[in-house]
C-alpha cells in the first residue's frame, strides 16, 4: 500500500484541515436540504391509466401497491440477461433496510422490473429479499413513463383511486439512495418533520419523537 500521497501531520494541524472540510460538508448538506425542499414543491402528473402489475400473489393495479399508504418508491430493477442478473440493481436492493421507518411515513417502497416473475422470484429467493416485488412485464407502465431498459427511481402521490408521478430519477444520483432519509426526502412529504421546508398543508411532527425501533411501530397505512 502506498501512502505517499497522505501526508502525516500532527493533530492540531489534523483537526485544522478536519475543520476546514467540515464548512463545506456543512454548506453541501444546506444545498441538499434545499434541494429536497424544491423537489417537495415540484408539479405532478396524474396518471391516465389503471396499470396493472403481476405479483406472486396474481394481478394487482398500481394504486393497490401503495398497500394503503399515501405515497410509493418505486425501483425499477433491470432485467435484461436472466443468465447475469444486474449487479448494480442487486447491489442496490441489498442496501434495502427494514421497511418500518418507511411505511410509518406513510410511505411504500417496493421493486418493479421488466422480467417475469418466473424468472426474478427465483432470483429474489436466492438473494433473500423480502421487499415487495412486481413485474411489468405485461404493463404499458415503464414505456409510458418514459423509461428504456435502464434503471430509475419513481415516487408517485395517491389520492384515493387516483394516482400522480411526483419525481423520478436515474443514473448517478440512485447510488446515493439506501437509508431511511435518502427515500423520504425524493417523497412530495419528505421526512415530515418540522424542521423541513415543506408545502403548506405538509403533515409534520417534531423530529426524534417519531422513531421507534422496526418493531414497535402501529400500523402506519392510512
Known amino acids: 500500500m502506498d501512502l505517499s500521497a497522505r501526508p502525516v501531520v500532527s493533530a492540531a494541524a489534523w483537526e485544522q484541515a478536519r475543520q476546514e472540510l467540515l464548512v463545506r460538508e456543512k454548506e453541501l448538506t444546506r444545498a441538499t436540504d434545499a434541494l429536497a425542499a424544491a423537489r417537495r414543491r415540484?408539479?405532478?402528473?396524474?396518471?391516465?391509466?389503471?396499470?396493472?402489475?403481476e405479483s406472486p400473489d396474481g394481478p394487482v393495479r398500481l394504486v393497490d401497491v401503495f398497500a394503503g399508504r399515501s405515497q410509493l418508491v418505486a425501483y425499477k430493477f433491470m432485467w435484461l440477461d436472466?443468465?447475469?442478473?444486474?449487479?448494480?440493481?442487486?447491489?442496490?436492493?441489498?442496501?434495502?433496510?427494514?421497511?418500518?421507518?418507511?411505511?410509518?411515513?406513510?410511505?411504500?417502497?417496493?421493486?418493479?422490473?421488466?422480467?417475469p416473475l418466473a424468472e426474478?422470484?427465483?432470483?429474489?429467493?436466492?438473494?433473500?429479499?423480502?421487499?415487495?416485488?412486481?413485474?411489468?412485464?405485461?404493463?404499458?407502465?415503464?414505456a409510458d413513463l418514459g423509461h428504456d431498459g435502464g434503471f430509475a427511481v419513481d415516487v408517485?402521490?395517491?389520492?384515493?383511486?387516483?394516482?400522480?408521478?411526483?419525481?423520478?430519477?436515474?443514473?448517478?444520483?440512485?447510488?446515493?439512495?439506501?437509508?431511511?432519509w435518502s427515500f423520504l426526502d425524493l417523497t412530495p412529504f419528505g421526512r415530515q418533520e418540522t424542521w423541513e421546508d415543506a408545502?403548506?398543508?405538509?403533515?409534520?411532527?417534531?423530529?426524534?419523537?417519531?422513531?421507534?425501533?422496526?418493531?414497535e411501530y402501529e400500523t402506519a397505512a392510512r
Open 199 to 215: 408545502p403548506a398543508g405538509t403533515p409534520q411532527t417534531e423530529p426524534y419523537t417519531w422513531w421507534r425501533r422496526h418493531d
Open 82 to 115: 436472466p443468465e447475469e442478473p444486474c449487479q448494480g440493481c442487486s447491489m442496490m436492493v441489498d442496501q434495502f433496510g427494514h421497511p418500518a421507518h418507511l411505511e410509518a411515513r406513510d410511505t411504500t417502497r417496493v421493486v418493479v422490473s421488466s422480467g
Open 42 to 53: 415540484m408539479p405532478m402528473v396524474k396518471l391516465d391509466k389503471d396499470y396493472v402489475l
Open 120 to 142: 426474478t422470484e427465483p432470483y429474489r429467493e436466492r438473494m433473500g429479499w423480502t421487499v415487495p416485488w412486481y413485474s411489468a412485464e405485461h404493463s404499458e407502465l415503464f
Open 156 to 180: 408517485f402521490l395517491r389520492d384515493g383511486d387516483d394516482v400522480y408521478r411526483t419525481y423520478t430519477m436515474g443514473g448517478r444520483g440512485v447510488d446515493k439512495l439506501g437509508s431511511v
